[in-house]
């Protein structure tokens, strides 16, 4: 069973991270720091962008594959949460905090979103989950 759904968004996503990588990347070498933030809140900023994406994504998209690879009938809402995800991870990673180290409403609604997609994914995979030892 091809999972094409979850490897469309994990593939936008893989993109969105190349950029942030490559933001960190631009912004070390025009600093000339090798390593960590030198002092330079932009850079701090586009590391902390980079990680908070690495620490998301990951669990986002093993549930998504979980669902897609679990289920019959998941593609509406696999979408539904793929684009909460893509549109999350770009308000967050590129519109809030690349911006502003402090509150911004890409930042909150990014947050927001990813939050809402490990949730609504977490709760679709109990449902699963439980559907399968009802039916055992």
């Given at each position: 069973m091809p999972?094409?759904?979850t490897l469309f968004y994990a593939s936008l996503l893989a993109i969105l991270f190349l950029v942030?990588?490559?933001r960190v990347v631009a912004l070390r070498r025009k600093h000339h720091v090798g390593l960590g933030t030198g002092?330079?809140?932009s850079l701090q900023l586009a590391v902390r962008a980079h990680a908070n994406f690495a620490e998301y994504v990951p669990v986002a998209l093993l549930l998504m594959l979980a669902l897609e690879l679990g289920t019959t009938g998941s593609d509406r809402l696999l979408h539904v949460l793929g684009g909460m995800l893509?549109?999350?991870r770009v308000l967050h990673g590129l519109v809030g905090i690349n911006l502003s180290a402090g509150t911004s409403s890409g930042r909150f609604l990014g947050t927001l979103l990813t939050w809402l997609v490990l949730l609504?994914?977490?709760?679709?995979?109990?449902?699963v989950v439980a559907g399968g030892w009802l039916a055992a």
């Open positions: 999972v094409v759904i942030l990588s490559l002092g330079h809140e893509v549109v999350g609504f994914s977490a709760i679709a995979g109990l449902v």
